[in-house]
Nanobody, 127 residues
């Protein structure tokens, strides 16, 4: 399994931006479809965004569509989540996740499809 380490979280005012990074170990990062999930206090973990192995396919939760962008750099073993126009309701711990995939275009919004998870990074958006 790949090991994942998130970074880039912090405190930001509403309307601001943050970019989260998720660095993966190993030499087979390009074999993994990646996802970002988040969990707010007292709530269940929810899907945010996903990207295919090649980066050519992405999908987003309706709540972040048009504001967040997921991308990846396979040469750097890193996946990113650019978050713009942040809202207080975006406050949560953000987790990246990976799943090995033979399909270059595969993405998933289900946490059950991912078998490697990072430790999370906290994002707080003040009003």
């Amino acid at each position: 399994q790949v090991q994942l380490v998130e970074s880039g979280g912090g405190l930001v005012q509403a309307g601001g931006s943050l970019r989260l990074s998720c660095a993966a170990s190993g030499r087979t990062f390009s074999s993994y479809a990646m996802g970002w999930f988040r969990q707010a206090p007292g709530k269940e973990r929810e899907f945010v965004a996903a990207i295919s192995r090649s980066g050519s396919r992405t999908r987003y939760a309706d709540s972040v569509k048009g504001r967040f962008t997921i991308s990846r750099d396979n040469a750097k073993n890193t996946v990113y989540l650019q978050m713009n126009s942040l809202k207080p309701e975006d406050t949560a711990d953000y987790y990246c996740a990976a799943t090995l995939s033979r399909n270059y275009y595969y993405t998933s919004s289900s946490s059950y499809d991912y078998n490697s998870w990072g430790q999370g990074t906290q994002v707080t958006v003040s009003s």
